[in-house]
């Protein structure tokens, strides 16, 4: 009978170690920026908002502890905290490249580099990341505002 239990106890212990294994952990950071467009001439020196008419490129930048059994980046981009009213976009962890709405997507190891596609005069916005495993678990977001 007491062999019988310690057995259990280890399959159980071990069961409970393989499925933490199986998850992912949130994002560790996501900053995200909005740099003015190179040809534009709207900003002036010294000026500290953009004018309502600044032509701007949005980036963000994701760090993750690990990438294993990562298979989704879930982005959100809004003018109020948890909107997506500005972009709601889901990212391939395995599909980098540009995509026809003006946004992109690589990685180098634990990095990741999305551009966010083009807005005018943004001044205050918010942003999160959430991200997916393999089996379709999200993990708690990580939030941003400027």
């Given amino acids: ?15 409970f170690i393989n499925l933490k294994g199986q998850s992912i952990d949130p994002p560790v950071s996501l900053d995200i920026v909005m740099q003015v467009v190179s ?4 900003m002036l020196p010294g000026d500290s908002l953009f004018k309502s008419t600044t032509n701007l490129i949005g980036k963000a930048i994701v760090v993750v502890n690990d990438t294993i059994g990562l298979n989704k980046l879930h982005l959100k981009l809004g003018t109020t905290d948890g909107s997506g009213n500005l972009l709601t976009k889901t990212f391939n ?37 959430t991200l997916e495993d393999t089996q379709g678990a999200l993990t708690q977001p990580k939030k941003y505002s400027n």
């Fill in 1 to 15: 009978m007491k062999n019988t239990f310690r057995t259990v106890f280890i399959i159980t212990l071990f069961g």
């Fill in 93 to 129: 962890y395995a599909q980098q490249g540009n995509f026809p709405d003006g946004t992109s997507y690589t990685r180098n190891k634990n990095i990741i580099y999305l551009n966010l596609g083009n807005y005018t005069g943004l001044n205050f916005y918010f942003g999160e990341v």
């Fill in 39 to 42: 040809n534009d001439n709207t």
